[in-house]
């Protein structure tokens, strides 16, 4: 099992430039979700997902879109970047059966907005 | 969800036990306390989790008032590895809330 992964590890964008970060898990979770960190703090919900097709706003959704269309892959869109898009973004899975369900993080995207 | 209260900062020796405590005096009935690290830039780990009950794995021991309004997170014999930043966080949607942790050294 490679568990999360995320694609690019490191990526430089320009003020207005548009990208999408790739996140994939093959665990068969049906819960995934996105996540950035800025420096010194700790990570805020951007956007989830309770299954294919279903996808809802976590904490600080501006500026970012999601898609769902399978169970494996979560990706996150950046339309119009900003410097205040500059953030370490982590995706993450769990199985979301349960009451309790614990969350599988990848290795994180390192974006810088310039 | 329960807010959480975790100092900003801990140091232990290696071979000691590292205790690691969490204040969450407003955790409702059905809210699960979650421990998590992040080391260095990582993805953040999942370590343990518990309602009421003490509870132990591989990694760590949580211990947990019986008033459930504060947590201690033990890491019985700590090692270098184990120095990174520890998240307490309560939750009963599947939603987890970060705040900013505390950050462990672990000292030779």
């Known amino acids: 099992n490679a568990g999360v992964t995320q694609t690019p590890k490191f990526r430089i964008l320009k003020i207005g430039q548009s990208m999408t970060l790739q996140c994939a898990q093959d665990?068969?979770?049906?819960?995934m979700y996105w996540y950035r960190q800025d420096p010194g703090m700790g990570l805020k919900l951007i956007y989830y997902s309770v299954g294919a097709g279903i996808t809802d706003k976590g904490e600080v959704p501006n500026g970012y879109n999601v898609s769902r269309s399978t169970t494996e892959d979560f990706p996150l869109r950046l339309e119009l970047a900003a410097p205040s898009q500059t953030s370490v973004y982590f995706c993450?899975?769990?199985?979301?059966?349960?009451?309790?369900?614990?969350?599988?993080f990848g290795p994180g995207t390192r974006l810088t907005v310039l | 969800d329960a807010k959480t209260t975790q100092p900003t900062s801990m140091d232990c020796a290696e071979g000691r036990a590292a205790n690691l405590p969490c204040n969450h005096s407003?955790?409702?009935?059905?809210?699960?306390v979650y421990w998590y690290r992040q080391i260095h830039s990582q993805g953040p780990q999942y370590i343990i989790h518990g309602l009421k009950n003490n509870e132990t794995n591989e990694m760590a021991s949580l211990i947990i008032t019986e008033d459930r309004k504060s947590s201690t997170l033990i890491l019985p014999h700590a090692t270098l590895r184990d120095t990174a930043v520890y998240y307490c966080i309560a939750q009963g949607a599947q939603k987890l809330v970060f705040g900013q942790g505390t950050r462990l050294t672990i000292n030779p």
């Open positions: 407003t955790i409702s009935g059905n809210e699960y």
């Open positions: 665990m068969n979770h049906n819960y």
């Open positions: 993450a899975s769990s199985r979301g059966t349960g009451v309790t369900n614990e969350q599988f």
